[in-house]
């Protein structure tokens, strides 16, 4: 079964338009991570972020903010201001301590950034 | 500078060859683990290591075998490649003690079975 989802296959933006990543997990566990990685065209995997299922604050950092809601099981991640240096894929991924060590990444949703 | 590294990484091979793609990582990390990538699938868990001698099975193990005999090093094992095992793969560690932690990922190892 699918633990997580990313329905966006690729966005296209003009530059300095407001973009979000959707990102739909499913778990029986109730103590799991999340996180966001970022793959650019040069192919490697950047960790931008991981966040605990207790902990719900949204967070911000510069441009970039996620959301997590645990009542619609969504970790969404919004860039503003969008810039042609985050074209990217960006993946989101679960993590269960119950089923600790397996991890499981959505498909990816490809961002391109236009000048 | 704290890095994991992969070899090869680009790798022509024909079906059936026997091939090892090594990953070493130099933080000290206990947990390593591999992942596929392919187009559409994102990335899969094929194996994983807790700590020395300790592996188990990801999603997709189905024709690869790992070993952990030393910490940094968590190479995999390809017995007898095959056409669908062409893919993109990526080694990784992590600061935790188990997958919940950060992952550091290698630049990744392009194979294609022929």
């Known amino acids: 079964a699918q633990k997580v989802t990313q329905a966006q296959t690729e966005i296209s933006v003009v530059e300095k338009e407001d973009v979000t990543l959707d990102c739909v997990y499913e778990?029986?566990?109730?103590?799991?991570?999340l996180f966001w990685y970022k793959q650019p065209p040069s192919g490697e995997l950047v960790f931008l972020i991981r966040?605990?299922?207790?902990?719900?604050q949204n967070e911000i950092s510069g441009r970039y903010s996620w959301n997590f809601q645990k009542s619609t099981s969504s970790f969404n991640f919004t860039i503003t201001a969008s810039q042609v240096v985050d074209s990217a894929v960006y993946f989101c991924?679960?993590?269960?301590?119950?089923?600790?060590?397996?991890?499981?990444f959505g498909s990816g949703t490809k961002l391109n950034v236009k000048p | 500078e704290a890095q994991v590294t992969q070899n090869p990484r680009y790798l022509i091979t024909v079906t059936g060859k026997k091939l090892t793609v090594t990953c070493s990582q130099n933080?000290?990390?206990?947990?390593m683990s591999w992942y596929r990538q392919d187009p559409g699938l994102g990335l899969r868990q094929i194996y994983y290591?807790?700590?020395?001698?300790?592996?188990d099975k990801g999603d997709v193990p189905e024709g690869y075998k790992v070993s952990r005999k030393e910490k940094r090093n968590f190479p995999l094992i390809l017995e007898s490649p095959s056409p669908n095992q062409t893919s993109l793969y990526f080694c990784?560690?992590?600061?935790?003690?188990?997958?919940?932690?950060?992952?550091?990922f290698g630049e990744g190892s392009r194979l294609t079975v022929l």
């Open positions: 990784a560690s992590s600061t935790s003690g188990r997958s919940t932690g950060e992952l550091f």
């Open positions: 778990t029986r566990d109730t103590t799991y991570y």
């Open positions: 966040r605990n299922s207790f902990d719900e």
């Open positions: 991924a679960l993590s269960e301590v119950y089923n600790f060590n397996k991890f499981y």
């Open positions: 933080m000290n990390h206990e947990y």
């Open positions: 290591s807790m700590n020395v001698e300790v592996t």
